[in-house]
């Protein structure tokens, strides 16, 4: 029987990035979903049912923030695992994303999608 590969969403409006983390989560043996706006992610998290929503707080249409919260009231998606990955580096965006329910908060400047994608493999080992 085959393997099932783990669904990520990936929520991000910049094209480059998204293609660069497409690339490597492909690589690492995620099935990959890309949205460009908060709306489309969110719409897309209720439709694909992922395992885990990388998600950037500056989105067009509805910000992080708002995809977080909504996704944490929603019966359908409360217990989906996201990582906030964003530039955004303050204590206050930090703490306002845990008490929203993110289950990590991450500056992309700090990391390459190759510690990234080891950083959401740790959280899958972790969750087993």
């Not at 590969?5 to 998204?18: A, H, S, V």
């Amino acid at each position: 029987m085959p393997i099932k590969k783990k669904k990520i969403l990936f929520i991000e409006d910049e094209k480059l990035i998204c293609s660069m983390y497409n690339m490597k989560l492909s690589a690492d043996g995620f099935e990959v979903f890309i949205a460009n706006t908060g709306l489309d992610g969110l719409k897309m998290a209720i439709a694909k049912k992922p395992n885990f929503i990388v998600l950037d707080i500056i989105l067009p249409q509805l910000d992080g923030f708002s995809v977080l919260e909504k996704l944490k009231k929603n019966i359908k998606t409360k217990k989906i695992l996201v990582l906030m990955l964003t530039n955004l580096s303050t204590e206050e965006d930090r703490l306002k994303a845990k008490r929203l329910g993110a289950m990590d908060y991450l500056v992309k400047a700090d990391l390459t999608p190759s510690e990234i994608s080891n950083k959401i493999k740790g959280y899958f080992k972790n969750i087993k």
